[in-house]
Protein backbone atom coordinates (compact mmCIF):
# COMPACT_ATOMS: atom_id res chain seq x y z
CA UNK A 1 0.00 0.00 0.00
CA UNK A 2 1.62 3.50 -0.64
CA UNK A 3 -0.57 6.34 1.39
CA UNK A 4 -0.04 10.39 -0.17
CA UNK A 5 -0.56 13.07 1.73
CA UNK A 6 -1.64 16.20 -0.02
CA UNK A 7 -1.10 19.07 2.50
CA UNK A 8 -3.68 21.63 0.99
CA UNK A 9 -5.12 23.29 4.23
CA UNK A 10 -1.78 22.50 6.16
CA UNK A 11 -1.07 19.59 8.48
CA UNK A 12 -1.86 19.23 12.12
CA UNK A 13 -2.00 16.16 14.79
CA UNK A 14 -5.42 16.23 14.80
CA UNK A 15 -5.81 16.91 11.31
CA UNK A 16 -3.83 13.93 10.38
CA UNK A 17 -5.72 11.78 12.56
CA UNK A 18 -9.30 13.14 11.06
CA UNK A 19 -8.01 12.38 7.08
CA UNK A 20 -7.09 9.07 8.01
CA UNK A 21 -10.13 8.24 10.09
CA UNK A 22 -12.13 9.45 6.97
CA UNK A 23 -10.41 6.70 4.90
CA UNK A 24 -10.40 4.36 7.61
CA UNK A 25 -13.61 4.86 9.76
CA UNK A 26 -13.42 1.34 11.03
CA UNK A 27 -10.11 2.07 13.15
CA UNK A 28 -11.80 4.78 14.90
CA UNK A 29 -12.70 2.28 17.72
CA UNK A 30 -9.24 1.04 18.49
CA UNK A 31 -8.08 4.92 18.41
CA UNK A 32 -10.98 5.80 21.23
CA UNK A 33 -9.37 2.62 23.36
CA UNK A 34 -5.90 3.66 22.88
CA UNK A 35 -5.98 6.88 23.98
CA UNK A 36 -7.57 5.43 27.07
CA UNK A 37 -4.81 3.59 27.61
CA UNK A 38 -2.47 6.34 26.50
CA UNK A 39 -2.14 7.33 30.67
CA UNK A 40 -4.57 10.25 30.26
CA UNK A 41 -7.42 10.30 32.69
CA UNK A 42 -10.60 8.38 32.15
CA UNK A 43 -12.71 11.66 31.51
CA UNK A 44 -10.75 12.40 28.39
CA UNK A 45 -12.68 11.47 25.26
CA UNK A 46 -11.54 11.09 21.86
CA UNK A 47 -13.79 11.10 18.47
CA UNK A 48 -13.92 11.76 15.07
CA UNK A 49 -17.31 12.84 13.73
CA UNK A 50 -18.57 14.00 10.12
CA UNK A 51 -17.73 18.00 9.01
CA UNK A 52 -18.79 19.99 5.92
CA UNK A 53 -17.40 23.66 5.81
CA UNK A 54 -19.89 24.21 2.81
CA UNK A 55 -17.79 23.16 0.02
CA UNK A 56 -15.80 19.74 0.98
CA UNK A 57 -17.22 17.06 3.70
CA UNK A 58 -14.82 14.89 5.32
CA UNK A 59 -13.78 14.41 9.38
CA UNK A 60 -13.25 16.14 12.38
CA UNK A 61 -11.41 14.75 15.27
CA UNK A 62 -11.85 16.34 18.62
CA UNK A 63 -10.73 15.49 21.89
CA UNK A 64 -12.52 16.86 24.88
CA UNK A 65 -12.21 16.58 28.27
CA UNK A 66 -15.53 15.87 30.17
CA UNK A 67 -17.02 17.87 32.77
CA UNK A 68 -14.15 20.17 32.76
CA UNK A 69 -13.77 23.90 31.89
CA UNK A 70 -11.74 22.87 28.86
CA UNK A 71 -14.07 20.45 27.60
CA UNK A 72 -14.39 21.26 23.88
CA UNK A 73 -11.00 23.45 24.49
CA UNK A 74 -9.76 23.48 20.88
CA UNK A 75 -8.42 26.11 20.86
CA UNK A 76 -6.64 26.80 23.70
CA UNK A 77 -5.35 30.46 24.57
CA UNK A 78 -1.52 30.53 23.07
CA UNK A 79 -2.67 28.11 20.42
CA UNK A 80 -2.35 28.06 16.67
CA UNK A 81 -5.81 28.32 14.94
CA UNK A 82 -5.05 24.52 13.42
CA UNK A 83 -6.80 23.17 16.50
CA UNK A 84 -3.71 21.87 17.60
CA UNK A 85 -1.12 23.06 19.96
CA UNK A 86 2.44 24.05 19.76
CA UNK A 87 5.00 22.65 21.74
CA UNK A 88 8.45 25.26 22.79
CA UNK A 89 10.46 24.38 25.24
CA UNK A 90 12.46 25.30 28.07
CA UNK A 91 15.40 24.68 30.49
CA UNK A 92 14.46 23.27 33.36
CA UNK A 93 14.02 26.30 36.09
CA UNK A 94 14.59 26.52 39.91
CA UNK A 95 10.94 25.77 40.11
CA UNK A 96 11.60 22.49 38.85
CA UNK A 97 14.80 21.71 40.44
CA UNK A 98 13.23 22.50 44.15
CA UNK A 99 9.58 20.61 43.16
CA UNK A 100 11.65 17.54 41.60
CA UNK A 101 10.51 15.78 38.71
CA UNK A 102 6.97 15.13 37.50
CA UNK A 103 4.96 12.27 37.81
CA UNK A 104 2.55 10.22 36.04
CA UNK A 105 0.00 12.71 37.71
CA UNK A 106 1.40 16.25 37.00
CA UNK A 107 1.68 14.92 33.42
CA UNK A 108 -1.86 14.50 33.32
CA UNK A 109 -3.14 17.75 35.55
CA UNK A 110 -0.93 20.12 34.35
CA UNK A 111 -2.42 21.66 31.40
CA UNK A 112 -1.48 25.55 31.86
CA UNK A 113 2.35 24.74 32.95
CA UNK A 114 5.02 22.58 31.26
CA UNK A 115 5.77 19.03 30.99
CA UNK A 116 9.42 17.49 30.61
CA UNK A 117 9.55 15.32 28.09
CA UNK A 118 11.27 12.57 30.07
CA UNK A 119 7.81 13.15 32.23
CA UNK A 120 6.07 12.34 29.07
CA UNK A 121 8.10 9.62 27.59
CA UNK A 122 7.82 8.03 31.32
CA UNK A 123 4.30 8.13 31.66
CA UNK A 124 3.69 6.30 27.48
CA UNK A 125 6.33 3.97 28.57
CA UNK A 126 4.19 2.84 31.51
CA UNK A 127 1.13 3.12 29.47
CA UNK A 128 -0.94 -0.12 28.17
CA UNK A 129 -0.53 0.51 25.05
CA UNK A 130 0.86 -2.35 22.00
CA UNK A 131 4.64 -1.70 21.90
CA UNK A 132 4.56 -0.91 18.01
CA UNK A 133 2.05 1.89 19.17
CA UNK A 134 3.98 2.85 22.07
CA UNK A 135 7.26 2.52 20.31
CA UNK A 136 5.79 5.18 17.40
CA UNK A 137 4.40 7.78 19.78
CA UNK A 138 7.57 7.90 22.08
CA UNK A 139 9.67 8.69 18.51
CA UNK A 140 6.85 10.92 17.33
CA UNK A 141 7.46 13.24 20.42
CA UNK A 142 11.50 12.71 20.55
CA UNK A 143 11.49 13.86 17.06
CA UNK A 144 10.06 17.19 18.59
CA UNK A 145 11.87 16.77 21.74
CA UNK A 146 15.01 16.91 20.06
CA UNK A 147 14.17 19.72 18.01
CA UNK A 148 13.50 22.04 21.08
CA UNK A 149 16.83 21.04 22.22
CA UNK A 150 18.37 22.62 19.49
CA UNK A 151 15.80 25.40 19.04
CA UNK A 152 16.21 26.71 22.85
CA UNK A 153 19.81 25.24 23.51
CA UNK A 154 19.05 22.50 26.21
CA UNK A 155 19.78 18.78 26.85
CA UNK A 156 17.23 16.72 25.29
CA UNK A 157 15.85 15.05 28.42
CA UNK A 158 15.39 18.49 30.26
CA UNK A 159 12.85 19.71 27.18
CA UNK A 160 9.95 20.99 28.66
CA UNK A 161 6.55 21.24 26.37
CA UNK A 162 4.02 23.63 27.21
CA UNK A 163 0.71 23.35 25.02
CA UNK A 164 2.48 19.87 23.82
CA UNK A 165 2.05 18.55 26.87
CA UNK A 166 -1.69 19.26 27.21
CA UNK A 167 -3.72 15.96 27.29
CA UNK A 168 -5.31 16.92 23.57
CA UNK A 169 -2.24 16.96 22.08
CA UNK A 170 -1.21 13.73 23.79
CA UNK A 171 -4.59 12.24 22.76
CA UNK A 172 -3.22 13.23 18.95
CA UNK A 173 0.05 11.60 18.69
CA UNK A 174 -0.99 8.53 20.17
CA UNK A 175 -4.05 8.30 17.94
CA UNK A 176 -1.89 9.61 14.77
CA UNK A 177 0.60 6.57 15.97
CA UNK A 178 -2.37 4.32 16.06
CA UNK A 179 -3.01 4.66 12.82
CA UNK A 180 0.20 4.31 11.24
CA UNK A 181 0.93 1.26 12.96
CA UNK A 182 -3.07 -0.20 11.83
CA UNK A 183 -2.88 0.46 8.51
CA UNK A 184 0.64 -1.87 8.20
CA UNK A 185 3.46 -1.58 6.13
CA UNK A 186 2.90 0.76 3.46
CA UNK A 187 5.03 3.55 1.83
CA UNK A 188 4.14 7.42 2.54
CA UNK A 189 4.50 10.41 -0.07
CA UNK A 190 3.96 13.89 0.06
CA UNK A 191 3.30 16.76 -1.79
CA UNK A 192 4.48 20.33 -1.24
CA UNK A 193 3.96 22.02 1.93
CA UNK A 194 2.41 25.27 2.57
CA UNK A 195 4.98 28.04 4.12
CA UNK A 196 2.75 30.39 5.66
CA UNK A 197 3.12 33.82 6.89
CA UNK A 198 3.49 36.09 9.44
CA UNK A 199 3.41 35.33 13.81
CA UNK A 200 2.24 32.67 16.03
CA UNK A 201 1.35 33.57 19.65
CA UNK A 202 2.94 31.22 22.16
CA UNK A 203 4.09 31.09 25.57
CA UNK A 204 7.58 32.24 24.92
CA UNK A 205 5.90 35.21 23.03
CA UNK A 206 5.08 35.81 19.33
CA UNK A 207 7.21 33.23 16.66
CA UNK A 208 7.65 33.54 13.31
CA UNK A 209 6.26 31.62 10.60
CA UNK A 210 6.66 28.88 10.64
CA UNK A 211 7.88 27.99 14.07
CA UNK A 212 11.51 26.95 14.54
CA UNK A 213 10.77 23.87 15.81
CA UNK A 214 8.79 23.30 13.11
CA UNK A 215 11.45 24.40 10.33
CA UNK A 216 14.25 21.93 12.06
CA UNK A 217 11.48 19.08 11.72
CA UNK A 218 11.25 20.13 8.09
CA UNK A 219 14.73 19.73 6.81
CA UNK A 220 14.65 18.58 3.33
CA UNK A 221 10.75 19.14 2.40
CA UNK A 222 9.86 20.66 -0.16
CA UNK A 223 7.46 24.31 0.64
CA UNK A 224 5.15 26.65 -1.76
CA UNK A 225 3.65 29.69 -1.09
CA UNK A 226 0.49 29.97 -1.64
CA UNK A 227 0.03 33.98 -0.39
CA UNK A 228 -2.56 32.76 2.69
CA UNK A 229 -1.20 34.03 5.88
CA UNK A 230 -0.72 31.89 9.31
CA UNK A 231 0.98 28.86 10.43
CA UNK A 232 0.05 26.28 8.07
CA UNK A 233 2.08 23.72 9.76
CA UNK A 234 2.20 23.17 13.83
CA UNK A 235 5.03 21.14 15.30
CA UNK A 236 3.11 18.25 15.85
CA UNK A 237 2.03 18.15 12.45
CA UNK A 238 6.00 18.63 10.99
CA UNK A 239 6.99 15.99 13.86
CA UNK A 240 4.22 13.24 12.46
CA UNK A 241 6.21 14.09 8.89
CA UNK A 242 9.61 13.88 10.33
CA UNK A 243 8.64 10.24 11.80
CA UNK A 244 6.66 9.04 8.57
CA UNK A 245 9.94 10.12 6.33
CA UNK A 246 7.78 10.36 3.11
CA UNK A 247 9.04 10.41 -0.58
CA UNK A 248 7.98 13.51 -2.72
CA UNK A 249 5.97 11.76 -4.99
CA UNK A 250 3.76 8.89 -5.69
CA UNK A 251 6.36 7.79 -7.89
CA UNK A 252 6.50 6.74 -11.95
CA UNK A 253 4.34 3.19 -12.03
CA UNK A 254 0.76 3.09 -12.13
CA UNK A 255 -1.47 3.07 -8.99
CA UNK A 256 -4.94 2.25 -8.33
CA UNK A 257 -6.83 4.22 -5.89
CA UNK A 258 -8.38 2.44 -3.04
CA UNK A 259 -9.64 4.73 -0.76
CA UNK A 260 -8.87 8.67 -0.04
CA UNK A 261 -9.91 11.28 3.66
CA UNK A 262 -10.51 14.64 4.33
CA UNK A 263 -9.56 15.95 7.54
CA UNK A 264 -10.28 19.29 8.56
CA UNK A 265 -8.50 21.47 10.63
CA UNK A 266 -10.52 24.03 13.02
CA UNK A 267 -8.93 27.74 10.97
CA UNK A 268 -11.00 28.99 8.44
CA UNK A 269 -8.63 29.83 5.26
CA UNK A 270 -10.22 32.73 2.79
CA UNK A 271 -10.82 30.99 -0.60
CA UNK A 272 -10.16 27.63 0.46
CA UNK A 273 -10.71 24.56 2.82
CA UNK A 274 -8.11 23.98 5.71
CA UNK A 275 -7.66 20.37 4.87
CA UNK A 276 -5.83 17.85 4.94
CA UNK A 277 -6.18 14.83 1.83
CA UNK A 278 -4.99 11.03 2.36
CA UNK A 279 -5.09 9.41 -0.81
CA UNK A 280 -4.44 4.97 -0.44
CA UNK A 281 -3.07 3.49 -3.73
CA UNK A 282 -3.33 -0.54 -3.16
CA UNK A 283 -0.95 -3.00 -4.03
CA UNK A 284 -3.54 -5.34 -5.23
CA UNK A 285 -3.44 -7.62 -8.51
CA UNK A 286 -5.90 -5.05 -10.49
CA UNK A 287 -3.16 -2.86 -10.46
CA UNK A 288 -0.88 -2.26 -13.94
CA UNK A 289 2.35 -3.58 -13.50
CA UNK A 290 5.90 -4.26 -15.90
CA UNK A 291 6.40 -7.69 -17.55
CA UNK A 292 9.02 -8.93 -19.22
CA UNK A 293 8.81 -9.60 -23.32
CA UNK A 294 10.92 -11.62 -24.96
CA UNK A 295 10.38 -12.67 -28.40
CA UNK A 296 12.20 -14.68 -30.96
CA UNK A 297 11.43 -16.78 -34.18
CA UNK A 298 12.60 -20.41 -34.77
CA UNK A 299 12.79 -21.71 -38.40
CA UNK A 300 15.55 -24.65 -37.98
CA UNK A 301 14.30 -26.91 -34.91
CA UNK A 302 12.03 -29.65 -35.43
CA UNK A 303 8.43 -29.65 -33.69
CA UNK A 304 9.14 -32.40 -31.47
CA UNK A 305 12.77 -30.74 -30.24
CA UNK A 306 11.17 -27.24 -29.79
CA UNK A 307 8.43 -28.27 -27.74
CA UNK A 308 10.51 -29.67 -25.36
CA UNK A 309 12.65 -26.43 -24.95
CA UNK A 310 9.78 -24.52 -24.63
CA UNK A 311 8.48 -26.81 -21.95
CA UNK A 312 12.05 -26.35 -20.24
CA UNK A 313 11.54 -22.70 -20.31
CA UNK A 314 8.08 -22.42 -19.12
CA UNK A 315 9.45 -24.16 -16.31
CA UNK A 316 11.49 -22.12 -15.12
CA UNK A 317 11.45 -20.28 -12.41
CA UNK A 318 10.44 -16.40 -13.16
CA UNK A 319 8.59 -17.34 -16.71
CA UNK A 320 4.71 -16.30 -16.86
CA UNK A 321 3.92 -17.85 -19.36
CA UNK A 322 5.08 -18.92 -23.07
CA UNK A 323 3.15 -18.72 -26.54
CA UNK A 324 4.21 -19.97 -30.53
CA UNK A 325 2.38 -18.88 -32.70
CA UNK A 326 2.66 -20.53 -36.57
CA UNK A 327 3.89 -17.57 -39.54
CA UNK A 328 6.40 -17.45 -42.86
CA UNK A 329 9.92 -16.14 -42.94
CA UNK A 330 12.28 -15.49 -45.45
CA UNK A 331 12.14 -17.37 -48.53
CA UNK A 332 8.71 -18.52 -47.44
CA UNK A 333 9.72 -21.05 -44.73
CA UNK A 334 7.45 -21.76 -42.22
CA UNK A 335 8.44 -20.85 -38.27
CA UNK A 336 7.94 -20.85 -35.29
CA UNK A 337 7.60 -17.05 -33.57
CA UNK A 338 7.90 -17.43 -29.88
CA UNK A 339 7.01 -14.82 -27.22
CA UNK A 340 7.97 -15.50 -23.45
CA UNK A 341 6.70 -13.24 -20.48
CA UNK A 342 8.94 -13.03 -17.45
CA UNK A 343 9.07 -10.73 -13.94
CA UNK A 344 10.72 -7.93 -14.82
CA UNK A 345 13.76 -9.36 -12.40
CA UNK A 346 13.85 -12.25 -14.51
CA UNK A 347 14.60 -11.10 -17.77
CA UNK A 348 18.34 -11.53 -18.12
CA UNK A 349 18.18 -15.24 -16.72
CA UNK A 350 15.41 -16.33 -19.20
CA UNK A 351 16.84 -14.40 -22.06
CA UNK A 352 20.10 -16.74 -21.97
CA UNK A 353 18.07 -19.93 -21.21
CA UNK A 354 16.25 -19.30 -24.73
CA UNK A 355 19.40 -18.89 -26.14
CA UNK A 356 20.11 -22.09 -24.23
CA UNK A 357 17.70 -24.30 -24.73
CA UNK A 358 16.56 -23.58 -28.95
CA UNK A 359 18.88 -22.41 -31.78
CA UNK A 360 17.65 -18.94 -32.24
CA UNK A 361 20.64 -16.95 -32.67
CA UNK A 362 18.64 -13.41 -31.68
CA UNK A 363 16.07 -12.52 -29.84
CA UNK A 364 14.31 -9.32 -28.48
CA UNK A 365 13.31 -8.12 -25.04
CA UNK A 366 11.36 -5.13 -23.57
CA UNK A 367 9.38 -4.35 -20.43
CA UNK A 368 5.86 -3.55 -21.03
CA UNK A 369 2.42 -2.31 -18.70
CA UNK A 370 0.10 -5.16 -18.01
CA UNK A 371 -3.00 -4.82 -16.12
CA UNK A 372 -4.42 -8.41 -14.53
CA UNK A 373 -8.38 -8.84 -12.88
CA UNK A 374 -7.98 -9.92 -9.36
CA UNK A 375 -8.81 -13.19 -8.99
CA UNK A 376 -8.62 -16.53 -6.79
CA UNK A 377 -9.29 -20.45 -6.86
CA UNK A 378 -11.87 -22.66 -5.43
CA UNK A 379 -11.82 -26.50 -5.27
CA UNK A 380 -15.06 -27.66 -5.07
CA UNK A 381 -16.95 -30.57 -3.34
CA UNK A 382 -15.95 -32.61 -7.00
CA UNK A 383 -12.27 -31.90 -6.34
CA UNK A 384 -12.59 -29.31 -9.41
CA UNK A 385 -10.39 -26.33 -9.36
CA UNK A 386 -12.39 -23.23 -10.20
CA UNK A 387 -10.14 -19.48 -11.41
CA UNK A 388 -12.73 -17.22 -10.34
CA UNK A 389 -12.26 -13.45 -11.99
CA UNK A 390 -13.64 -9.86 -11.17
CA UNK A 391 -14.64 -8.53 -13.74
CA UNK A 392 -16.02 -4.74 -14.40
CA UNK A 393 -19.08 -6.52 -15.49
CA UNK A 394 -19.41 -9.33 -13.09
CA UNK A 395 -17.53 -12.34 -11.28
CA UNK A 396 -16.79 -14.77 -13.62
CA UNK A 397 -16.18 -18.28 -13.28
CA UNK A 398 -14.01 -21.15 -15.22
CA UNK A 399 -13.11 -24.82 -14.63
CA UNK A 400 -9.77 -25.91 -15.08
CA UNK A 401 -9.75 -28.26 -17.60
CA UNK A 402 -7.07 -30.58 -16.70
CA UNK A 403 -9.21 -31.36 -13.70
CA UNK A 404 -12.24 -32.04 -15.88
CA UNK A 405 -10.52 -33.98 -18.16
CA UNK A 406 -10.04 -36.34 -15.41
CA UNK A 407 -14.04 -37.59 -15.80
CA UNK A 408 -13.29 -39.87 -18.80
CA UNK A 409 -16.84 -39.63 -19.80
CA UNK A 410 -18.88 -37.87 -22.49
CA UNK A 411 -18.72 -34.47 -23.65
CA UNK A 412 -22.09 -34.09 -22.49
CA UNK A 413 -21.18 -34.98 -18.85
CA UNK A 414 -17.95 -33.17 -18.83
CA UNK A 415 -19.69 -29.95 -19.70
CA UNK A 416 -22.55 -30.39 -17.12
CA UNK A 417 -19.41 -31.01 -14.71
CA UNK A 418 -18.19 -27.97 -15.67
CA UNK A 419 -21.32 -26.31 -14.98
CA UNK A 420 -22.05 -27.76 -11.53
CA UNK A 421 -18.77 -26.58 -10.85
CA UNK A 422 -18.31 -23.11 -11.94
CA UNK A 423 -21.58 -22.66 -10.35
CA UNK A 424 -20.84 -24.51 -7.08
CA UNK A 425 -17.57 -21.91 -7.41
CA UNK A 426 -19.51 -18.42 -7.72
CA UNK A 427 -21.88 -19.44 -4.90
CA UNK A 428 -19.23 -20.07 -2.74
CA UNK A 429 -17.24 -17.19 -3.46
CA UNK A 430 -20.15 -15.02 -2.80
CA UNK A 431 -20.44 -16.46 0.77
CA UNK A 432 -16.75 -15.45 1.21
CA UNK A 433 -17.89 -11.46 0.61
Known amino acids: MHIHLDVLGGIAGDMFVAAMLDAWPDLAEIVHQNVRLAGLKD ?37 HAHGHTHGHAHERDDHDEARGQHNHEDV ?23 EA ?5 TTIFHELALAEAVVHGSHVDDVAFHEVGNWDSIADIVAAATLIEAVGEASWSVGLLPLGRGWVETDHGRLPVPAPATTLLLRG ?33 PLVLDRTGIGFGTRRLSGMSNVLRVLAFSDQEAAQERVGIIQFEIDDQTGEELAVALDNIRSADGVIDVTQTPSFGKKGRMLASVQVLTRTDAIETIAALCFEQTTTLGLRRRTEARMILPRQ ?10 KLADRPGGRTAKAEM ?5 LRQSHKARAELRCRTEAEALEKSHGQD
Not at 113 to 130: I, K, N, P, V, Y
Not at 133 to 137: E, G, S, T
Not at 377 to 386: E, F, K, L, M
Open 43 to 79: DVEAMVRPYDDGVLTGSRFDVTKMGSEQEAARPHAGQ
Open 108 to 130: RNEHHHHTHWRDLRAMLEASCLG
Open 133 to 137: VKRAA
Open 221 to 253: FAFHDDGRVGERITPTGAAILRYLSPSTSIGSS
Open 377 to 386: AITTSDRVRV
Open 402 to 406: DDVQA
